[in-house]
């Protein structure tokens, strides 16, 4: 067994179903990571590394999750119960914060929020409100399906409208960009950098609007990073404030 001391080392990944738990060991504050895909998990670790390396994460894996998004055209009486559950099983492992990883489950996150002591975090919190404060009024979403913006869509329009501010978003879905990251992700990564770069001139701004294709976000021209929103580094940013 693994000495819980040794930041070198790493407990095994216990597999049941579709269910994945891995737990990287240090010796600071303890972060749950809540995710529905797999191709996430290294993103969220090279994210973390950067912004907080001394930050104990346990990732929590639900694949079943994106059945239930196909199954039910998105968000669902029952995704909205996995998550929930998954926050309580997070919480009982004694967690400082909890940070939902798909941006699908965003919406539920507020009526989570009561049932945890612990701050719960979602993953396009922080990428919002930066863009928002950039002063972006035409904004340019990517994702690779329609489902993931039926959710972030509304939550980029309800919290322009408490600033007070009027956008105009535009919608970009590519599900041929999803297909190529699951067989390959860097080829994924590539992909969605020529498609953002493709985006520069029709948008004040663009998010990245899915963890899993914005790995390459590092690869895109410096000029054009600050226009472009990167949800993963900037969700560590909101985590590492709270946890100070």
Request: glycine share 4%.
């Amino acid at each position: 067994m693994a000495n819980p001391r040794d930041r070198n080392r790493r407990d095994p990944v216990v597999r049941l179903s579709a269910f994945r738990v891995t737990i990287v060991i240090n010796d600071s504050k303890k972060i749950a990571m809540i995710s529905s895909t797999r191709m996430v998990l290294g993103i969220m670790e090279k994210a973390f590394s950067d912004g907080i390396p001394d930050a104990r994460v346990i990732q929590l894996l639900d694949e079943t999750l994106l059945e239930d998004f196909e199954r039910d055209a998105g968000l669902s009486a029952r995704s909205r119960r996995k998550a929930l559950l998954w926050a309580e099983v997070a919480e009982d492992s004694d967690v400082d914060c909890i940070l939902f990883t798909c941006s699908t489950l965003s919406p539920c996150i507020d009526s989570i929020r009561p049932f945890i002591s612990v701050p719960v975090i979602s993953i396009e919190e922080g990428a919002i409100s930066h863009l928002l404060k950039s002063g972006a009024r035409h904004i340019g979403l990517v994702a690779t399906a329609d489902s993931v913006l039926d959710s972030i869509e509304p939550l980029l329009r309800s919290k322009a409208a408490l600033r007070g501010y009027d956008v105009v978003i535009d919608r970009v879905v590519r599900p041929d960009i999803w297909e190529l990251t699951n067989r390959d992700p860097e080829a994924g990564n590539i992909a969605a950098v020529e498609t953002i770069i493709g985006l520069a001139d029709k948008f004040e701004a663009v998010l990245i609007s899915q963890v899993s294709i914005s790995g390459g976000w590092r690869l895109l021209p410096l000029e054009l990073r600050e226009r472009v929103f990167n949800m993963p580094i900037l969700a560590v940013d909101v985590v590492r404030e709270l946890l100070v």
